[in-house]
């Protein structure tokens, strides 16, 4: 059984103590297959590290997060630029919109949404999406760029079934992580309503740990967590949903 995380921060400084284990605990249970988004330019280093130190497993986004979109960030989009016309990523991510957290720098976050999507298209990749508090707004962008060159990955979806459908119009696939464990976490009232090819497994590791570990560091190794309780909302074994969640990812990353 293979398994995706389809998200991971394993550069994040929560793992500095035991990151080696963490990888190696989550690889033991047949999580083979990292990708990594990015945050801002302070974490590209770490990135390049952490694919130096197990250059099968893991794979690169490169990105900025929007919550890092503040005075700076036409600076930190020439160093997305830069780097991917430099080497191989496998996505735009993550970019987006958080309106939960402030809403300052709205024009900027909507400004540096759509340059990442069209830098995407350039290199052909996958975006990967970060929406809080902002579905309207993802939405906006994502209608004014609609075009047979953008797909990706609909991060941490939260979403209702009317906006996961509408995600899914936009060749969005949806990612599903601890979230789905959730008492009040709702995704798992209607996602059986998805179709399995539309879904990714992530844990967006070291946030959003699932049911039993809520509220503790996430890991690699709790997309077990996710992938029993895709299991059992489908109705399907978990070597099932495992294989199919991975075909799905190499079908959105191209590997």
Known sequence: MILTDTHTHLYSEAFDEDREAVIEKAMALG?????????????????????KSHPENIFLMMGLHPTHVKESY??????????????????VGEIGMDLYWDKTFLKEQQ????TQIQLAKKYKLPIVIHCRDAFDEVFEVLESEKDDGLYGVFH??????????????????????????????KIDTFLAEIPLKNIVLETDSPYLAPVPYRGKRNESAYLMQVVEKLADLYGLPTETVAELTTENSKRVFGV
């Not at 945050?39 to 694919?51: N, Q, R």
């Not at 036409?74 to 996505?91: N, S």
């Open 111 to 114: 400004e540096a949404f759509r």
């Open 156 to 185: 941490c979806f939260t979403g209702n079934l009317e906006q996961a459908q509408k995600a899914i119009g936009y060749n969005m696939m949806l990612g599903i992580g601890g979230v789905v464990t959730f008492k009040n976490g």
């Open 31 to 51: 999580v083979k297959r990292f990708f990594i988004p990015a945050i801002d330019s302070t974490y590209t280093e770490a990135m390049f590290e952490l694919e």
């Open 74 to 91: 036409k600076e930190e989009l020439r160093h997305v630029g830069e780097m991917l016309a430099q080497r191989k990523f496998y996505a």
